[in-house]
C-alpha cells in the first residue's frame, strides 16, 4: 500500500494516476473517515482492512492545517484524520507528500 497526502487540489490524484498508473487508488480516503465517524463506526477498521491491499494508493487530504475549527465535531474528525494517517503512514510501503503537483517521498 502507498500512501499520498497533501492538500486539498494539490495534484494528488493527477499525481498518483501518473507514478503509479498499474495501482488502485482510493480517492479522498478523509471523506471515508468522516462518515465513519457519523455512522458510529471505527474508521481504523477500514484502514486496517485497506493496508492488506498491497496494489492501492491511498490520497488523504491535509486537514489539521489552518484554523482550529469551533464545533467540536470538526476538531475530533481532524484529530481523527491525523491519527488515521499516521497508521496508514506507518503501515505503507511508501509515502509521499505532494504540493503543487509535486510529489516527495517522504518514506
Known amino acids: 500500500m502507498i500512501l499520498v497526502t497533501g492538500g486539498r487540489a494539490a495534484g494528488k490524484k493527477e499525481f498518483a494516476g501518473q507514478k503509479f498508473p498499474e495501482r488502485q487508488i482510493v480517492d479522498a480516503y478523509q471523506d471515508r473517515i468522516r462518515a465513519a465517524l457519523a455512522a ?5 477498521e477500514n ?15 491535509e486537514v489539521g492545517c489552518g484554523i482550529v475549527p469551533m464545533e467540536k465535531s470538526e476538531r475530533e474528525y481532524r484529530e ?3 491519527r488515521v494517517g499516521c497508521f496508514l503512514a506507518a503501515q505503507a510501503e511508501e509515502v509521499w507528500r505532494v504540493v503543487l503537483g509535486i510529489g516527495t517521498r517522504i518514506k
Open 40 to 44: 458510529g463506526e471505527d474508521p481504523f
Open 47 to 61: 484502514a486496517s482492512a485497506l493496508v492488506k491491499n498491497e496494489n492501492a494508493v491511498i490520497l488523504l487530504d
Open 80 to 82: 481523527c484524520v491525523g
